[in-house]
Every structure is written in structure tokens, then in C-alpha cells.
């Protein structure tokens, strides 16, 4: 079992994305900001991603203009196409994250692409990045089950990163992007992924849509996935996806790993009053379980 994950922040892009309250530019960057003072070193700044489709989104050179680029931080963009790249690079991220997706029907409304056609997009966005001198990864979407057509042949999503290693992505990501799985799935498939893959390294993004959340964490982490995705204050979902809930929320992440003794890089005191503040942001009480019950 390892001793330590590398953890990224997902709240301002995941996490805002599906939310009925637009959030100011400033109260963006105030968010990334509180969560570099938390510990974070890897962030989802903002999606570039059709404004008109997902206006909480529609600000993202904003928030990047804004924020700076704060020392020992990862800015990741996540980017569908060749235009949401051309837009990441040009305001400036450290590294692109595009999608692919396991299931056509999911692909077509999410971003317009079948699972192949995704496959490829994904591996032109990765080309794209390494000639602007940027890195760049790839998640696979909805690689758990589909909110359309249901489950997902886990031997497709094996092909599909086989294929994506290929392009020479920093790591391949597993979405349960509807909060289907359950830890004997993810077990399975990040084994499966990650002896499909090696040496690139597997990272996990989970929402608890049905309370399975944070156990699909400690599975992926025990089957050797090495970085792991959270949303400050559990909040997310995706406008593609009916009924999807929240992400794994970070602060609950942190303390079952700390605790564990695996190193995540995170103070949870401070992650927690980031949700408080966030919450207060929202106008809403955080899904996140530390939120209500508090760090110790
Ligand atoms: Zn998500």
C-alpha cells in the first residue's frame, strides 16, 4: 500500500460547474486561492468549454488571468476539443485535461463525440499541449456505467486507455461521472487499467451520488491508483448527466487517507473552513460529510 497520493482539487471546475449560482470571477479565484493555502498543488481552474452550454464556465480566462500563476501550483484546463486547447494554452495553464468517453451516447450529448472519436480528439489535445510545451492528461468519462445506455463493458475501457497511452498523456483518469460504481468495481478495473498502462500512473475521480464515494477511494487507492481527484465542500455534477451528485468531497478524502497514513499534502482544518466559506458562497449548506462534523 503506498504512503502517499497526490491529490487535485477539482471545486472550481467540477465542483461550480453544475451549480444554479453563477460565482463571480473573484470568488473563483478566492476558492483556488483558499485551496493552495489548504495544500493543494494540483487544481482544475476552469473548463474552456462552450459558454453558451456551460455558462458557470464562461469566465475561464478570467479566473486564469486573475489567479496568476502561483509557485509550485498545476493549473489544469480541462478542454473536450481542439478549440477549448487552443483557448487553455492561450490564457496560459500548465497543463490540459482533456476527456474521452466510454459510451457514444454519453459522448455525443456531453461534447459532441462518439467513444472513439473522443479517443482520438483526446489524443490530438495531448499533441497540441506537448507543441505548446505543456503537459497534458486525459480522464476517461462515465467509465462505470452510462446515464443513457447504462453499463460499460469494463474491457472497453481497458482498449480505451491502452489506446490513450499511446498519445503519451501524464496519467489516465478513471470518472465515475454518475456515482454508479461500487469498491469491487473500481478494484477490478484500476488493477485492470493500471497493468494495461504502466508505468503511467492511474488517477481516480468519483461523485457519491449513491454514498459509495469515498469507499470507491480507498479501493482505487489500494489497487495502486496514485492520484485522486476531490471537490472542496463535495459540491459537482455534470449538466450532461441527470441525477449525478457531488464529488468525493476533499476534506472527507484528506482525513480518511491521513488517518489511514497515506500523505495527501492537505490541511484539513483549513480545507474545512474553505467549505464554510464556500457554503456561505452558495448560499447552501456543503454536502461534505467534515463540513457539518468538523476536522477532529
Ligand atoms: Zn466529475
Request: hydrophobic content about 50%.
Amino acid at each position: 500500500m503506498t504512503s502517499t497520493i497526490e491529490f487535485v482539487e477539482v471545486g472550481p471546475r467540477d465542483g461550480l460547474q453544475n451549480e444554479a449560482v453563477l460565482v463571480s470571477t473573484a470568488d473563483k479565484v478566492e476558492l483556488i486561492r483558499r485551496a493552495i493555502a489548504a495544500g493543494v498543488r494540483r487544481i482544475e481552474v476552469a473548463s474552456f468549454v462552450n459558454p453558451s452550454k456551460v455558462p458557470q464556465m464562461a469566465d475561464a480566462e478570467a479566473v486564469v488571468t486573475a489567479l496568476g500563476k502561483p509557485a509550485g501550483v498545476t493549473r489544469i484546463g480541462l478542454v473536450l476539443n481542439q478549440r477549448g486547447a487552443e483557448r487553455a494554452l492561450a490564457a496560459g495553464v500548465d497543463q490540459l485535461g482533456a476527456v474521452a468517453v466510454a459510451s457514444d451516447e454519453f459522448g455525443v450529448r456531453n461534447q459532441g463525440q462518439n467513444s472513439a472519436e473522443s479517443v482520438a480528439e483526446a489524443a490530438r489535445i495531448i499533441a497540441l499541449a506537448k507543441d505548446a510545451g505543456v503537459s497534458a492528461q486525459v480522464t476517461i468519462a462515465v467509465a462505470f456505467g452510462c446515464p443513457f445506455s447504462g453499463a460499460v463493458d469494463p474491457a472497453h475501457v481497458v482498449r480505451m486507455a491502452k489506446a490513450l497511452a499511446q498519445a503519451g498523456p501524464a496519467e489516465i483518469a478513471l470518472a465515475d461521472t454518475i456515482g454508479v460504481a461500487v469498491p469491487a468495481e473500481v478494484s477490478a478495473l484500476v488493477t485492470a487499467v493500471r497493468a494495461a498502462i504502466a508505468p503511467l500512473p492511474v488517477r481516480v475521480h468519483f461523485h457519491n451520488t449513491r454514498g459509495t464515494g469515498i469507499a470507491n477511494v480507498w479501493a482505487a487507492v489500494e489497487a495502486g491508483a496514485s492520484v485522486v481527484d476531490g471537490s472542496i465542500g463535495g459540491l459537482g455534477g455534470c449538466p450532461f448527466a441527470p441525477g449525478a451528485a457531488g464529488n468525493v468531497a476533499s476534506e472527507d478524502v484528506a482525513y480518511m487517507l491521513e488517518r489511514s497514513g497515506i500523505a495527501t499534502g492537505l490541511n484539513l482544518a483549513q480545507l474545512v473552513e474553505c467549505a464554510h466559506w464556500l457554503g456561505g458562497v452558495m448560499g447552501k449548506d456543503m454536502p461534505s460529510m467534515l463540513s457539518k462534523a468538523g476536522a477532529s
